[in-house]
């Protein structure tokens, strides 16, 4: 994570004015260290932190007190980490993104669930028959395997409504569920020169007009193939249908289930087993949710104040990316399960210390090879 970048985003907001000795490079520390050791409580946090004393200097920080890092995480805004955020999925998906013309972004959300003592206080008026707590929304790139925008609500807010606050690029395809079915959205990510793949609605009203032919080799999965269009210019709510270019509706068998699954998208080039492949492609941005609420901390919060569980679920997705740009930037072929695995059990090993240890031993034994080898000529 770039000092420099990161001193830039705390003077941008005037973020250090009043933070004393505890400023927010500290702060990022140590709730990363939380995220990467996977410390249960703020007094295993400082326990655990406060035992590497001898590697602080190194980064930049010092001893933390419970008190101190639980009354920050209340109090402080989260802008400073949001901007982090940001900037780190810049620097994960920037190295991959000039190796591929191919661009695939998944788009979904998923519950944070906050119920009992303290956090009722808070999560209660915005709560929903499913959902008690926060939501998550994700733009997850595919090539990279790493978010590329995110935002954190109420569970109340839409999804499409926050769909409105994704940046479009040129050239993307974009992949969501029916949960974001807007015509009006539709149609601002078809003037941005990029694609969508999602389903339609069941009551959708649609006219017809053109069968497209079919390949031999794809009748087994795609039914049918159309270009089609929105019949009416305004909904029966009086709405008006913003979406008026034509549309590809693609009918495909579904294996688990009767009922086939019915897509729409306005790439009209690409073959009906391609568009299909790509919502399939969908299933990714839910192993990643899965992915993060199992290996980091957000399913149980160190602080029940709205802007704690904030600053936890940021310094969750801050991790993730430094363990993917650390997969990145090394190479490794190992999963990122492993990689986390291998930081865990080595997260204050300073790499370059023990490669230059590494080197000084085999220079030592290449000169006494050489000492011997003069010896018995």
């Not at 946090?45 to 406060?50: E, H, K, P, S, Y």
């Not at 805004?77 to 999925?89: P, S």
Request: proline share 2%; glycine share 6%; net charge positive.
């Amino acid at each position: 994570m770039p000092r420099g970048s990161f001193d830039a985003i705390v003077e941008k907001h005037k973020a250090n004015k009043y933070t004393k000795q505890f400023g927010y490079w500290q702060h990022a520390v140590a709730m990363i260290y939380a995220q990467l050791s996977g410390a249960s409580s703020l007094r295993e946090l400082q326990a655990g932190f406060n035992g590497h004393a001898a590697h602080h200097y190194h980064l930049g920080a010092c001893a933390i007190k419970k008190s101190t890092l639980a009354d920050a995480n209340s109090r402080r805004k989260d802008a400073v980490f949001i901007d982090v955020v940001q900037l780190l999925m810049q620097k994960a998906s920037r190295s991959v993104r000039q190796q591929t013309k191919e661009w695939l972004c998944l788009l979904d959300s998923t519950p944070i669930m906050l119920k009992g003592r303290e956090f009722d206080r808070w999560t209660d008026e915005s709560k929903t028959h499913r959902t008690q707590g926060l939501k998550l929304h994700v733009l997850y790139d595919t090539q990279t395997e790493v978010p590329t925008w995110q935002s954190i609500t109420a569970p109340n807010v839409n999804d499409v409504s926050k769909a409105w606050d994704v940046p479009l690029q040129k050239g993307v395809t974009y992949v969501f569920d029916k949960g974001y079915c807007d015509d009006g959205w539709w149609r601002e990510i078809d003037l941005a020169g990029a694609q969508f793949v999602t389903r339609f609605k069941n009551n959708a009203g649609i006219g017809i007009e053109e069968e497209l032919p079919i390949a031999e080799a794809d009748k087994g999965i795609v039914i049918s193939d159309q270009l089609v269009r929105f019949k009416h210019r305004r909904t029966r709510g009086q709405r008006k249908s913003y979406y008026e270019r034509t549309l590809r509706r693609i009918t495909i068998v579904r294996e688990d289930k009767a009922t086939p699954l019915v897509l729409a998208t306005n790439d009209l080039t690409r073959s009906a087993k391609e568009i299909a492949q790509n919502y399939k492609e969908r299933w990714g941005i839910e192993l990643f949710f899965k992915w993060i609420k199992q290996h980091l901390k957000i399913k149980s919060f160190y602080g029940r104040t709205e802007n704690a569980v904030r600053i936890q679920l940021l310094t969750a997705l801050i991790g993730y990316l430094l363990v993917a740009l650390h997969k990145q930037t090394h190479q490794i072929k190992a999963t990122l399960w492993e990689c986390l695995c291998l930081l865990r059990a080595t997260l204050f090993q300073r790499k370059e210390l023990d490669e230059h240890r590494e080197r000084k031993r085999r220079q030592r034994e290449q000169k006494m090879n050489q000492y011997q080898i003069g010896l018995f000529a």
